[in-house]
């Protein structure tokens, strides 16, 4: 099992839609819980972050957290054609006693005009 | 959010020579650099963790003697790949965690290695 695990997509969705994008953890006491956008050709850019169960709000992003199940979520709201991008989750572990952001592989969003 | 900066940009060199990036946090001081490299349509792979002052720890399967990493002071590491070659041609990233224990990564703008 991956220690980070994504839908790779391609994900499409309408204009103005809510666009759901998924990950799962395998690490069980990851604390610090990140959602990077990255365009195409550029470095990842921070979008969100996460730290206790439930739901955090920014603008148009809902990042939603459920540590027993290991799961956590980006919701985009009235979804821009500017949001077509891939999504990476990442989770702080400690392996081997060094800190590490671990990635997901990313999905890859599309959204349709 | 915090700045990182990453230089060059872009670079093209001869195949047998060393290409040296630079990573610096401009308004925070970042006791832990990681450096990544993203072969196209696949996600970041984490190289190595840079820590100030220390060795840098290479992920399994990292040449550490052929990405030579060093991080001299709080708000500077650099990569240097060593006898380039064609298949080190990737993009290459690198991110810094924010001051006094946070654990929010800001990256730099990454670095586009051609290898010729």
């Known amino acids: 099992q991956k220690e980070v695990e994504q839908n790779s997509g391609p994900l499409s969705v309408p204009e103005g839609a809510i666009a759901s994008l998924n990950c799962t953890y395998s690490?069980?006491?990851?604390?610090?819980f990140f959602w990077y956008r990255q365009y195409s050709g550029k470095s990842p850019e921070l979008i969100m972050s996460i730290y206790s169960n439930g739901d955090k709000e920014d603008g148009r992003f809902t990042a939603q957290l459920n540590k027993a199940s290991q799961y956590v979520s980006l919701l985009i709201r009235d979804s821009q054609p500017s949001d077509s991008a891939t999504y990476l989750c990442a989770v702080n572990m400690y392996i081997q006693g060094a800190q590490k952001l671990v990635f997901g592989q990313g999905t890859r969003l599309t959204i349709n005009p | 959010g915090a700045v990182v900066s990453q230089h060059p940009s872009r670079v093209i060199c001869k195949s047998g020579t060393s290409v040296k990036i630079e990573c610096r946090s401009l308004d925070f001081q970042a006791t832990t650099m990681f450096w990544y490299r993203q072969f196209p349509k696949q996600s970041l792979m984490l190289m190595a963790t840079?820590?100030?002052?220390?060795?840098?720890?290479?992920e399994q399967g990292v040449e550490k003697d052929k990405f030579l990493i060093n991080h001299a002071s709080l708000t500077l590491s650099t990569l240097t790949v060593t006898s380039a070659h064609p298949e080190d041609s990737s993009f290459y990233i690198c991110?810094?965690?924010?001051?006094?224990?946070?654990?929010?990564?800001?990256f730099g703008q990454g670095t586009r290695l051609t290898v010729v």
């Open positions: 991110s810094a965690l924010a001051g006094g224990g946070g654990t929010e990564a800001f």
């Open positions: 840079s820590n100030e002052g220390s060795k840098a720890t290479y």
């Open positions: 690490d069980r006491v990851s604390q610090s």
